[in-house]
């Protein structure tokens, strides 16, 4: 027998967790963009993935609008990173609240460079990181999707096979689950 859950009769809060729990593993997306004061900020975006491949464009969505909106509206880049299980922690840490122009990576002790196509950083020590052009937002209810046309994409040595597949493994993709859990890539089959 299964249970039917009606959405309208479900708090916001009872909506979430179940979709966010049900809807898994999700991509962890560290979003890097460039504060006012040109410090760095990142944060780490569960709702997030490729949505297009031609043209290759990305989005992320922000329940409510936070700095890394601001900060992508205002040079209209975004740098969309892949971050490791072995991050985990520094992606807990940057989730936290800042006040503004606070930067995540220094915070953090995170590296980043300068994009070659677009005005926002990439973090280094991610095994791959997307340079994306902000083409386009969509609101829907008390969220923000933040849709980005990759220009460039750099990764890390040996992660991409001549064929041009990445190499899972090495990749080894932080993912959500829900609540407080975190998915792990065990098998690569």
Same mark, same amino acid.
């Given at each position: 027998?299964? =249970?039917?859950?009606?959405?309208?009769?479900?708090?916001?809060?009872?909506?979430? @967790?179940?979709?966010?729990? &049900?809807?898994?593993?999700?991509?962890?997306?560290?979003?890097?963009?460039? *504060?006012?004061?040109?410090? %760095?900020? &990142?944060?780490?975006?569960?709702?997030?993935?490729? /949505?297009? &491949?031609?043209?290759?464009?990305?989005?992320?969505?922000?329940?409510?609008?936070?700095? #890394?909106?601001?900060?992508?509206? @205002?040079? =209209?880049?975004?740098?969309?990173?892949?971050?490791?299980?072995?991050? +985990?922690?520094?992606?807990?840490?940057?989730? +936290?609240?800042? =006040?503004? *122009?606070?930067?995540?990576?220094?915070?953090?002790?995170?590296?980043?460079?300068?994009?070659? =196509?677009?005005?926002?950083?990439? &973090?280094?020590?991610?095994?791959?990181?997307?340079?994306?052009? /902000?083409? @386009?937002?969509?609101?829907?209810?008390?969220?923000?999707? /933040?849709?980005?046309?990759?220009?460039?994409?750099? #990764?890390?040595?040996?992660?991409?096979?001549?064929?041009?597949?990445?190499?899972?493994?090495?990749?080894?993709?932080?993912?959500?689950?829900?609540? *407080?859990?975190?998915? #792990?890539?065990?098998?690569? %089959?």
């Amino acid at each position: 027998m299964r =249970k039917v859950h009606y959405v309208e009769e479900l708090t916001p809060a009872e909506t979430y @967790d179940m979709a966010m729990s &049900i809807v898994a593993p999700r991509l962890v997306a560290w979003v890097s963009t460039y *504060n006012s004061d040109e410090s %760095v900020n &990142i944060a780490p975006y569960a709702m997030s993935g490729v /949505v297009s &491949i031609n043209p290759l464009i990305v989005e992320f969505c922000s329940i409510g609008k936070k700095d #890394t909106y601001f900060n992508a509206m @205002d040079r =209209k880049a975004f740098g969309f990173n892949i971050p490791s299980q072995r991050h +985990k922690e520094l992606v807990i840490t940057s989730a +936290k609240p800042l =006040k503004r *122009n606070e930067s995540e990576a220094e915070q953090c002790g995170i590296h980043t460079r300068k994009g070659e =196509k677009v005005d926002a950083p990439v &973090i280094e020590l991610t095994q791959a990181s997307f340079e994306c052009e /902000v083409i @386009d937002t969509k609101e829907i209810g008390e969220s923000t999707i /933040v849709y980005g046309a990759v220009k460039a994409i750099h #990764t890390a040595e040996g992660l991409v096979s001549p064929e041009g597949f990445a190499d899972f493994a090495q990749l080894n993709p932080l993912t959500k689950l829900g609540g *407080n859990q975190w998915g #792990t890539t065990e098998a690569f %089959v």
